[in-house]
Structures are given as C-alpha cells and as structure tokens.
C-alpha cells in the first residue's frame, strides 16, 4: 500500500517536472536557426528540443538496420549469427521434441515408430551418440540386426560412445550364440569401462565357458577392487576356479601341478566338496595320509558328501570291511546325527555283514527320509536278516519310485547335473551349483550316486552297485515281479564302503 503511494507520488512530480520544463522552454526566448539549401529554419526551444529527440530516434533506428543488414550478410554467407541462433534453437527444440517422443515410443514397444522418431531427431539434432543410441535400440526391439549393427559401429567410432556401441555388439552375438566373439567384445568394454559391474559379470561367465581360468582371475579381482563381490565370495569363486584348473591340467596329465592347484582350491575354500576330495586324493597320491584325513574331516565338519566318504576309503583301499568300519569312525564321528553320516555307516556295516548294527545306523531314515538310497539300504539289512523275498523286494520297488536325494543343482535354472562342474551345463552360469535335494522332478543321477546300494542275489555279500543301472520304475518293477530275485550287477565301481 505505502509502496503504491509512493511510485504514484514519484510518477506525478516527473509529470510536474517534465510540464515545468515545457514551460520553461516556450516562454524562452531565442532558439535554432538552421540554414539548409538557402533555405533558413528558425526553431523554437520546445522544437529544438523536439527535433534533437527524433533526431536520435532516427539515428537509433539506421543503426538498427544497418546491424540488420550485415546480419543478413553474415547469414547467408553461412556465418554464425544472431538470426542463425534463432534458427538453430528452433530446429534443436523441433529435435529434442522428437527424441523424447522416440524414447517414449521405444519405451511403449512402439519399434516403428521410435525409429522414425529417432530419423526425424537425427535430422534436426546434431547429436549422433543420443540419436544413434535410439535408432539402434529400436532396430533391435523391431528385429532389424543388420540396422541396429551398422549403428552401433557408428557409435564405436565416437570415443565418448564407443564404450556402448562395443556393448550393444557384444549383447547381439550373446543372442546369436556366437560367444568366441562376445568374449572378445567383452574384454574390449572391460579395457573401456573396467568397474562396470555388468561388463564383469559377463565376462567372468564366458571366459568360464572358454575355461580361461587365468582371465576369470582377472576379472575377479576387478570385481573385488570395483566392491561389486565381498571378499568371502570373491575368495571361494578364487577355489572354484582354482580347483577347475586343476581338473584341466590332471586331465592333460600333468599330476603334480594338478594336485598343487586341488590342494590351493582347498586352502582357498576347505568347504568347497569337490576341492576337498581332490585335494586329500593328491595327498594320497603323494603318500600323506595324514594331511588326506585332515582335509576330508574339515570338509565333512563343514558338509558330509558322499564324495569325501569315497576318498576316505581310497586312503587305505586293502583294508577288511570290520578295519574299515572302526577306520571311518574319525569321519563319522563328525556330525553323527546327520542323514549322509548316518547312511555312510549303514552301508559300512552292511558290507561287514554287522546288519543289527546296521538297521540301528539307519534309524528312522527309511521313513522320514525315504529317498531311493535310504530305502536301498533298508532292502540290504532286510536281505541281510533273512527277510522273505516278499519283503526284500517291497523297498525295493520303493526305492525305484523313491526321489534320489540330495544332488548338484544349479540355483539359477535347478538343473540336476551328474558330477560337479563350475559352470551349468543348462544355462551356463558360474559357480550355481549346490548340494541340495532338487524341487523339480528328478532326470539325472548323482555324483553320489555310486553309493546307492541294491542287493545282488545268490550267496555273495552285499554289493554297492551304481545308480546309473537302476532301470526304469515301470520295467524294473515288472521284472521283480516275474522274478524271484532281482538281477545281479556285475559294474560295481567306486565303493567307498567297500
């Protein structure tokens, strides 16, 4: 209010001030006398102050046109200019309209049209990264390969994009099946961009696939510096590859150096099984038993496994069935409660023909945990006992239909893999698989399978006979049933209790 009073007092005193000089000026006397072609003009005061002001609008204004004018030259001469800026904004606006009218098309799934969004951007923009980032994911949402790769080697030749075109390339011989290539790619954006956490994920798996255990350190180790892993993970993925390349390098047959990397594998992770029993079986082939039981009673502490019972039995492979029973006490002794302990000492004492001692191993096993190995073992003590025929074959027509137990599964996809690996033979990930009784159904035997026992007929002991023969429920069933006793397996191999 105070405020309004006050501009409304200042505006009428320059009202005043300026009527005060208007009037000045017409009482004065004299003025301007101005002579132009022999002609004489005399102005007043007010006029020749009139005429001054003109004057000065007048001049203002040719300035004006003048910089117009030059302007004009300037621009059609291609120069930059004001008029030129005007111009470009209008075109830039008519192109940033456009790509985010791209984006929210590609956005939408509309791929048509986000390329069409991204030509008509492309032509008002100068910007290639972001139009040709566009254009190319929407060459690839509307399946046109050839499109979406000829603009992401667009994208590889600009340094500030040519981390996303190596990508883009990469991602599309991932889809093609072509991972040679993909690898190659892949350690290209991981020289670009070594701290991109998907870049590392995608190069670990596939330099996995290549079994390029040397690299997959690398890139490791990268993941590790980045904060991308913890160190516990980072250092048993360091003991899975540690032990694959000890796979590799016994399987070329150079022992020694095979059985130092097992045995590093299982510094690194005395947890992992199978580095576990790779290592105890290096030991053993150097003649340290003692370091072989070490290592096999950390990892059973850890997770008793049918694997580190087979080489606790390879440490002393001649003994008696009774030496072996007392022998795998300092395993059994280890978690005694637990189902694989348990099942271990069933089949010792079955092998020692101890089969009271065996049923009291087994316990309610049979019933709770009635997986196809448990109810095997139940079918040997019941033979072992002089159980009828009836009854033998009763769990063992159980056993067929029964689940097989715990198996390697990998997390990722649950596929049931016979023997462990580092990489899933299914949906080829690194380090999925886990020890673990499968959700879906079963199709695939066990690395432990080799222990599940069946009864071999006729006066011979009990035998421990391989998972890989049991035929199928339907078949085997019907033969038990036309026979009086089911069919001898001459392939027993890998008995640990044996």
Not at 23 to 38: D, H, K, N, R
Not at 62 to 68: A, M
Not at 296 to 314: G, R
Request: net charge negative; proline share 5%.
């Amino acid at each position: 209010m105070l405020w309004s009073l006050i501009k409304i007092l200042i505006f009428v005193a320059i009202i005043a001030l300026l009527a005060l000089g208007a009037g000045y000026l017409m009482e004065s006397q004299g003025g301007v006398q101005i002579t132009l072609a022999g002609t004489e003009y005399t102005l007043g005061p007010l006029q020749s102050v009139m005429a001054a002001v003109v004057l000065v609008v007048l001049v203002w204004l040719g300035l004006k046109l003048l910089s117009l004018l030059i302007a004009t030259l300037h621009f059609l001469n291609g120069d930059e200019t004001a008029l030129s800026r005007y111009f470009d904004r209008n075109r830039e606006k008519k192109g940033f309209e456009a790509l985010s009218e791209g984006l929210l098309a590609l956005a939408s799934g509309e791929a048509k049209q986000a390329m069409s969004k991204a030509a008509k951007a492309e032509k008002y923009l100068e910007k290639p990264g972001l139009t040709n980032l566009l254009t190319a994911q929407a060459a690839e949402m509307a399946g046109d390969t050839r499109k979406a790769t000829e603009t992401y080697k667009k994208l590889i030749q600009d340094e500030s994009t040519r981390f996303v075109g190596v990508r883009g390339i990469m991602k599309q011989k991932l889809s093609e099946g072509d991972t040679e290539t993909a690898r190659k790619l892949a350690e290209k954006a991981f020289q670009l961009k070594p701290r991109h956490e998907e870049t590392q994920d995608v190069l670990l798996k596939l330099q996995a696939q290549a079994r390029d255990w040397s690299g997959a350190r690398n890139t490791l180790n990268a993941k590790l510096k980045s904060g991308s892993l913890p160190r516990d993970v980072v250092t048993r993925r360091e003991a899975v590859l540690a032990l694959s390349e000890a796979q590799d390098v016994i399987a070329e047959g150079t022992t020694i150096e095979g059985q130092e990397q097992a045995i590093e594998a299982n510094r690194l992770s005395p947890d992992l099984v199978p580095a576990a029993a790779m290592a105890a079986r290096s030991y053993i082939a150097a003649d340290k038993p003692r370091k072989a039981i070490r290592v096999l009673k950390k990892a059973w502490e850890a997770q008793p496994h049918p694997d580190l019972a087979a080489a606790f039995a390879e440490i002393k492979p001649e003994e008696t069935a009774e030496e072996r029973v007392k022998r795998f006490t300092a395993l059994t002794n280890i978690q005694p409660q637990h189902p694989e302990t348990r099942l271990v000492r069933t089949e010792l004492n079955i092998v020692a023909e101890d089969f009271p001692e065996a049923r009291r191993a087994l316990g309610d096993l049979a019933e709770t945990a009635a997986d196809a190995r448990a109810l095997t073992l139940m079918a040997a003590i019941e033979r072992g006992e002089g159980a009828p025929d009836s009854v033998v074959q009763g769990w063992l027509t159980k056993a067929l239909s029964a689940p097989r137990g715990p198996q390697w599964v990998c997390e990722n996809c649950n596929h049931i893999h016979g023997v462990w690996a580092p990489v899933c033979e299914n949906c080829e990930s690194f380090d999925t698989l886990v020890w673990k009784t499968p959700q879906a159904p079963e199709i695939r035997n066990t690395t432990g399978a080799h222990l599940l026992p069946l009864i071999a007929s006729g006066p011979d002991p009990v035998e421990i006979i391989p998972d890989a023969e049991v035929l199928d429920v339907e078949s085997e069933a019907t033969d038990m049933e036309g026979d009086a006793e089911p069919e001898v397996n001459e392939t027993a191999q890998n008995k640990p209790a044996t």
